[in-house]
């Protein structure tokens, strides 16, 4: 079981970026699959899930209306597209797994992935 995230970068602010979540060994449709980030000296933060069964999504206030969830079931992969970022977007940026419910705490998800990193700067 894996989880490979890609994506991140240095971006202007009001620029974008699409982080793709990469899965292998089991099925997106059998686990939510949330986003969560980390930035410098700040404790990691719940960003976005997107749920197993229905593909229902959840966004936390700070990206809502800028960050969109979406996932592929064929590719076995799951995105993040993040526009308009803001410096206070710069962090590294986790995919996770978990076979329960989209949960903003990080105990309920059973896989990670490496992070990637997003440095938004002009």
């Known amino acids: 079981v894996q989880l490979q995230a890609s994506g991140g970068g240095l971006v202007q602010p009001g620029g974008s970026l699409r982080l793709s979540c990469a899965a292998s060994?089991?099925?997106?449709?059998?686990?939510?699959i949330a986003w969560f980030r980390q930035a410098p000296g700040k404790k990691r933060e719940a960003v976005s899930c997107?749920?197993?069964?229905?593909?229902?999504?959840v966004y936390a206030d700070s990206v809502k209306g800028r960050f969109t969830i979406s996932r592929d079931i064929a590719g076995n992969t799951v995105y993040l597209q993040l526009t308009n970022l803001k410096p206070e977007d710069t962090a590294v940026y986790y995919c996770a797994a978990t076979e329960s419910k989209c949960s903003d705490y990080e105990y309920q998800y059973d896989y990670w992935g490496q992070g990637t990193l997003v440095t938004v700067s002009s």
């Open positions: 060994g089991f099925r997106l449709d059998y686990h939510a």
């Open positions: 997107i749920s197993a069964s229905d593909g229902g999504t």
